[in-house]
T-cell receptor, first 116, second 114 residues
Framework: DAKTTQPNSMESNEEEPVHLPCNHS???????IHWYRQLPSQGPEYVIH???SNVNNRMASLAIAEDRKSSTLILHRATLRDAAVYYC?????????????????FGQGTILTVHP | DAGITQSPRHKVTETGTPVTLRCHQT?????MYWYRQDPGHGLRLIHY???????DKGEVSDGYSVSRSKTEDFLLTLESATSSQTSVYFC?????????????FGQGTRLTVV
């Protein structure tokens, strides 16, 4: 499976934008880029996903490099509630017409600290 | 929330005893998963299910078994608990395996084996 690399930790101030990078240099053409986050003492929750084009939703934006070897999760105005571990995950449709059964492979993620 | 309930939420058990963790979902999702989370390892997949009575192993399945007799319930059993199985266990569900679907996670079960 293609792997992702994220910084161990990042810090931000409240109400400032945050750019969380993810490198995935071995990404395949069928891999989708998914982001999840895990708030303290909770299970992970879905944030956003994309394939090639930049994506926006109510939680965040996802900027994908033209060569798809990296992506950036953008929180436009960080709040204290955004302090969490952010995971960048590649999801594959499965080879040769098969299925990956939706399995997620988590790395260490990026611990985001937001200062008041 | 996707209606995922894990029980118990906390459990302390002795080495060598059997333990069963339950995951119950109300979303009628086809796929269900058990992950464990340990410091320094992130979340790792233990077992997963792609339908009633259809299960398979994940990357850390040794010492664990699962059962899924109905869509809404996915049970994780530690046949003989060991201290290395002290962890936080998360259940997840997925409506379908297409890459556009999002997974939903439960709140976790903190298991301590003494």
């Amino acid at each position: 499976d293609a792997k992702t690399t994220q910084p161990n930790s990042m810090e931000s101030n409240e109400e400032e934008p945050v750019h969380l990078p993810c490198n995935h240099s071995t990404i395949s053409g069928t891999d989708y880029i998914h982001w999840y986050r895990q708030l303290p003492s909770q299970g992970p929750e879905y944030v956003i996903h994309g394939l090639t084009s930049n994506v926006n939703n109510r939680m965040a934006s996802l900027a994908i490099a033209e060569d798809r070897k990296s992506s950036t999760l953008i929180l436009h105005r960080a709040t204290l509630r955004d302090a969490a571990v952010y995971y960048c995950i590649l999801r594959d449709v499965g080879g040769a017409g098969g299925t990956s059964y939706g399995k997620l492979t988590f790395g260490q993620g990026t611990i985001l600290t937001v200062h008041p | 929330d996707a209606g995922i309930t894990q029980s118990p939420r906390h459990k302390v058990t002795e080495t060598g005893t059997p333990v069963t963790l339950r995951c119950h979902q109300t979303e009628n999702h086809r796929y269900m998963y058990w992950y464990r989370q340990d410091p320094g390892h992130g979340l790792r997949l233990i077992h997963y299910s792609y339908g009633v009575k259809d299960t398979d192993k994940g990357e850390v399945s040794d010492g664990y078994s699962v059962s899924r007799s109905k869509t809404e319930d996915f049970l994780l059993t530690l046949e003989s608990a060991t201290s290395s199985q002290t962890s936080v266990y998360f259940c997840a569900t997925l409506a379908s395996d297409t890459v556009n679907t999002e997974a939903f996670f439960g709140q976790g079960t903190r298991l301590t084996v003494v």
